[in-house]
């Protein structure tokens, strides 16, 4: 059976419409782009042309009951083939005249995954809401005897620290760099390797009313964060950042910084991990005139046992730095004590998770070795959780900084004095008339 159909596309997704050259196919962009609507598009004319089996992806399975199985359902109506491709809704399946079958799944039932054979192409729809480890187990089940594979993955973009962004463009953590999203922007469409690249706004969006743009536009004076997303279409720091004098320079000119200080102050701080969380070292040193401070040094690992760590950490026991660490961990404190480590626990106590947070932003500049990847990777973009209503949650994160807790405890001996504290003591220093 043939059957033939007309359908007025965006100019902007016309190539995308017909390219099939890439096994990947990265979509990304604003609010209002008819990105999904195009995929949908796309793989209907796919499936309509070749036999093929179709797996339609999202974290939660439910949720494609009001998005994607509703999307092919609208987009069949309007070209006016629902004569010939039927739409079954329990369990949510879309089977064509030819044989093809399209079958949606959520990753939140990872088990409904393990029967599913010969699929050849995927759709990973909102695709920064699927884990990575997601991402991986799906593209083990994109194969097929003698069809080409394709997956296509459509997403809003969110914080550079999701796993999209640091797959497909750059991952600072493991020194890996695949295409700067810059480049993206400008460029709208880019192919490195066997991905597809498209970028789209609304503004691409012809049939979008203005009023929708104008909405869009709001944003930004009433939340930037979500501008970025919705209107512009980037990636970026998602939420506020909680550190923002951090900055990153090369070892050599820290060290010297470090030589120049009168006085400097010595610290360090260690945060206990194990099997999901990281024994974290950090070394700092303070330049309390500028109320600089100073991350030269750093050790970051995980799922080693306490004789291990002290091994790698022997220069400590050497040197007889005196290490603060996790008061929370008092056996692991006395192991390292017996061995030989000058190591003492920090203070903690209810509310000091948001006063440690308080003295370490009323540091002036916060300067981290390019050295220690895993400080710059957790602090660098390091932003407030918030609670249901939107509220910034000052002494929790958007991920667990364990760098941050190192240095929490690595000066927890050390006050940083405030703005007013600082008024007070410039005002003492100064001659009695002038004070007046």
């Not at 594979?149 to 493991?174: A, C």
């Not at 102050?265 to 945060?271: A, E, F, L, S």
């Amino acid at each position: 059976m043939t059957t033939t159909a007309t359908k007025e596309i965006n100019p902007r997704f016309e190539d995308y419409l017909f390219d099939w050259n890439q096994t990947y196919q990265f979509l990304v962009g604003g609010y209002g782009s008819s990105k999904s609507y195009n995929t949908g598009l796309k793989v209907i004319k796919k499936l309509l042309e070749e036999k093929r089996k179709m797996l339609i992806v999202r974290e939660v399975y439910d949720t494609h009951r009001d998005s994607t199985f509703s999307l092919l359902q609208d987009i069949v109506e309007e070209l006016g083939l629902s004569d010939y491709i039927r739409f079954i809704n329990s369990p949510m399946q879309v089977r064509f005249p030819n044989g093809s079958k399209i079958i949606f799944k959520g990753m939140d039932k990872p088990e409904k995954l393990k029967s599913i054979n010969n699929v050849s192409l995927i759709w990973i729809e909102e695709a920064s809401e699927v884990k990575y480890a997601g991402f991986k187990e799906l593209t083990g089940r994109l194969r097929h005897p003698y069809l080409k594979l394709h997956m296509i993955l459509s997403t809003n973009p969110v914080g550079q620290d999701n796993w999209t962004y640091r797959h497909f463009f750059k991952d600072e953590l493991n020194k890996r760099f695949v295409l700067d999203d810059q480049e993206l922007y400008e460029k709208k469409t880019v192919i490195v390797g066997d991905t597809y690249y498209h970028y789209s706004t609304a503004d691409d969006n012809l049939f979008l009313p203005k009023s929708y743009i104008r909405q869009l536009e709001d944003m930004k004076e009433y939340d930037p964060d979500l501008y970025r997303i919705a209107r512009l279409g980037h990636f970026g720091i998602n939420g506020k950042r909680v550190l923002p004098q951090f900055e990153v320079e090369p070892h050599q000119k820290v060290m010297r910084s470090i030589l120049d200080i009168d006085n400097p102050i010595k610290k360090v701080g260690m945060d206990f991990g194990f099997v999901d969380s990281y024994n974290a070292v950090l070394r700092m040193a303070i330049d309390p005139k500028k109320l600089y401070l100073y991350i030269y040094w750093e050790y970051y690992d995980r799922d080693k046992t306490d004789d291990v760590t002290v091994e790698d950490l022997k220069e400590f026991k050497e040197s007889q730095e005196r290490i603060k660490a996790d008061a929370a961990e008092p056996k692991t404190i006395r192991y390292f004590r017996n061995q030989g480590f000058d190591m003492v626990g920090a203070h903690k106590y209810k509310g000091s998770r948001l006063q440690y947070t308080k003295k370490v932003k009323r540091f002036r500049k916060i300067i981290c070795s390019d050295r220690c990847t895993n400080t710059i990777f957790e602090l660098k973009d390091l932003t407030y959780a918030v609670d249901k209503q939107g509220n910034i949650v000052e002494d929790e994160f958007k991920i667990d900084p364990h760098t941050f807790s190192a240095i929490w405890y690595g000066l927890d001996d050390y006050d940083v004095a405030d703005l007013k504290e600082q008024a007070k003591e410039k005002a003492k220093t100064r001659p009695r008339r002038e004070r007046r």
